[in-house]
């Protein structure tokens, strides 16, 4: 008991010795896991009006009832055309009075920014794989420190194996996000406000108003410089 005390004092004091005491800049660090959902269908779109209004409704009960009105973007995209409609349908349905015009009315701002970051970003799930063991006998492991978990009943475990690894979405963590803010305000202060941020697919980036630039065509005309007499 001692010996493996002193090794892990003896340990400790090595990594403190090889750790910067001072640094130029911060050090880049991961945040703690979190998810983001990733948005791949119409019905998605809805599934988030949903949970936005329901965030909204709850701060204008604060407030004495008045009727609301979707100040809808003049050129909306896809995406912000369908907000604006599946937020008035979710307010219309819980009973709240949707003016089709501003004039006494709060107003609900919708703000959408579409981001790209690298792509090719690490995608990090569950540790451990699915190996077969036997005719019919498959072995899920998953590393949860400090326990180790061992799943192995035939189609059990792979039905554990998919259950895992279906709430991740499939292919690379995409490039494109956009952040979704909804304000219920009047002309002298905000009454409610959400923002919220999601991934999308990268091959959906028009829907959201990212419009990539067309790559320049090769020239097929050169230029050569004549020099002495003719």
Not at 145 to 166: H, Q, R, S, T
Request: aromatic residues 10%.
């Amino acid at each position: 008991m001692a010996l493996k005390t002193a090794m892990a004092l003896a340990a400790g004091i090595l990594l403190a010795g090889c750790a910067a005491r001072y640094t130029p800049t911060p050090l880049a660090a991961n945040f703690p896991t979190t998810k983001q959902a990733k948005l791949q269908a119409a019905y998605h779109w809805g599934v988030i009006s949903d949970n936005i209004e329901k965030g909204v409704a709850a701060e204008l009960k604060k407030s004495p009832p008045r009727p609301v009105f979707i100040n809808e973007p003049k050129d909306p995209t896809p995406f912000q055309r369908a907000l604006a409609t599946q937020l008035t349908t979710s307010l219309v349905n819980d009973g709240y009075v949707v003016s089709r015009s501003p004039a006494g009315s709060l107003k609900v701002d919708m703000d959408v920014q579409a981001v790209s970051f690298s792509a090719n970003r690490p995608q990090y799930r569950y540790h451990g794989e699915r190996a077969i063991l036997g005719a019919g006998v498959w072995l899920l492991s998953e590393i949860e420190a400090p326990a180790l978990l061992n799943i192995a009943a035939g189609a059990g475990a792979w039905d554990a194996y998919d259950w895992f690894n279906a709430q991740f979405a499939p292919g690379a963590t995409p490039k494109t996000e956009i952040i979704v803010t909804v304000s219920v305000s009047d002309q002298y202060r905000y009454l409610a406000r959400s923002t919220s941020a999601y991934y999308v697919a990268d091959t959906d980036r028009v829907l959201y108003g990212i419009v990539d630039p067309k790559p320049e065509e090769p020239k097929l005309t050169r230029t050569f410089q004549v020099r002495g007499d003719m």
